[in-house]
């Protein structure tokens, strides 16, 4: 079955440290993925996505995540985090099954916690 | 605004009784969600409907059900077959399945 993996849990840095997420997925054929990102008592909104084209994808407040075909993996970064990042951070793929019902899968999530 | 409206935000229900969450969205979109968030497991699927009158059982379906009777609705009742319901939960829609997802602001359920 597909799945998502995060390994890393639970991440703390300091102000202007550099970011990086692991995100690996189990699926072969063709995805779509998703960062999405949760701040303290808000709603899950969408940090970046990818369909196609450039796997070097950029998103909102200076997140960007590489897509590695080969390693299956989407990894988040940020050159330098500010305190306003301490959030949950959800990787999701969606696989494509060839026209048939997909759906979006999560991974377990990484709580960021920036001291400033 | 457009958007997705849970209700309610908190709810307490006593063990036994059957609950329904709601799910509004004007956003016209085709595809409507309901994710299921406990800490440490992420959010997984509970059901999903990719069109109006029709839904899919998601990974975890067991003591919950759905209707899609209308596009903008997708209300989730939490039966009491289920056996662990405290949860945080989060109903979610997209222009068609395998688009970008967006998501309500969640529903927090307490079962006592």
């Known amino acids: 079955a597909q799945s998502v993996s995060q390994h890393n849990h639970h991440v703390i840095l300091s102000e202007a440290a550099s970011l990086e997420l692991g995100c690996n997925y189990s699926y072969g054929g063709t995805v779509n993925l998703f960062w999405y990102v949760q701040y303290p008592g808000q709603h899950l909104q969408l940090l970046l996505k990818y369909f196609s084209g450039d796997p070097l994808v950029k998103g909102i407040k200076g997140f960007e995540a590489e897509f590695i075909k080969s390693k299956f993996s989407f990894n988040l970064r940020k050159p330098s985090v500010q305190w306003s990042d301490t959030a949950e951070y959800f990787c999701a793929v969606n696989a494509d099954y060839g026209g048939a019902t997909n759906k979006l899968i999560f991974g377990t999530g990484t709580l960021l916690a920036v001291q400033p | 605004d457009g958007g997705i409206t849970q209700s309610p935000k908190y709810l307490f229900r006593k063990e036994g009784q059957n609950v329904t969450l709601s799910c509004e969205q004007n956003?016209?979109?085709?595809?409507m969600y309901w994710y299921r968030q406990d800490p440490g497991q992420g959010l997984r699927l509970i059901y999903y409907s990719q069109i109006v009158n029709d839904f899919q059982k998601g990974d975890i379906a067991e003591g919950y059900s759905v209707s899609r009777e209308k596009k903008e609705s997708f209300p989730l009742t939490v039966t009491s077959a289920q056996k662990n319901p405290t949860a945080f939960y989060l109903c979610a829609s997209s222009i068609e399945s395998g688009n970008t997802i967006y998501f309500g602001e969640g529903s927090w359920l307490t079962v006592v």
């Open positions: 956003l016209n979109h085709d595809a």
